[in-house]
């Protein structure tokens, strides 16, 4: 990250936007906006596949993505940061400036911070099969 994303917020901040703009395009449904950000994730992970994306395709598996900050957060590990980052190193570096800009963009708490698993189950039942 040089000079101008500080000045501008860098990876946090375009992240974030992103997935609020997508979260506004999708008519604030928390569900489309999560099937959306992780389809392009997750065909971002198979086309270039690490030991990253492996973890990542465990985690959403496992249905452990609760929220649009651990969405960000992962999308974030997999594209921007470097190779040996973990996912929970991510998390730390980035997650609270990613909640201060969805906050700004007026999302929902609950779908920056709360569980939302009980929204996403079916999408990540259909993965599974």
Not at 12 to 23: E, G, M, Q, R
Not at 60 to 76: F, G, H, P, S
């Amino acid at each position: 990250m040089g000079f101008f994303d500080y000045l501008t917020g860098g990876n946090a901040k375009v992240a974030a936007n992103t997935l609020a703009d997508i979260h506004y395009t999708c008519n604030g449904e928390y569900w489309g906006t999560y099937t959306l950000v992780l389809s392009a994730i997750l065909n971002q992970a198979i086309q270039n596949p690490n030991n990253k994306t492996v973890i990542a395709m465990e985690m959403v598996r496992r249905n452990e993505i609760l929220n649009y900050t651990d969405l960000a957060v992962l999308n974030l590990n997999l594209n921007v940061a470097p190779a040996g980052m973990s996912y929970a190193a991510t998390y730390s570096d980035f997650s609270q400036n990613i909640i201060k800009y969805l906050i700004r963009r007026n999302i929902l708490m609950q779908f920056i911070s709360g569980d939302n698993r009980h929204l996403t189950r079916d999408f990540v039942s259909s993965l599974a099969s």
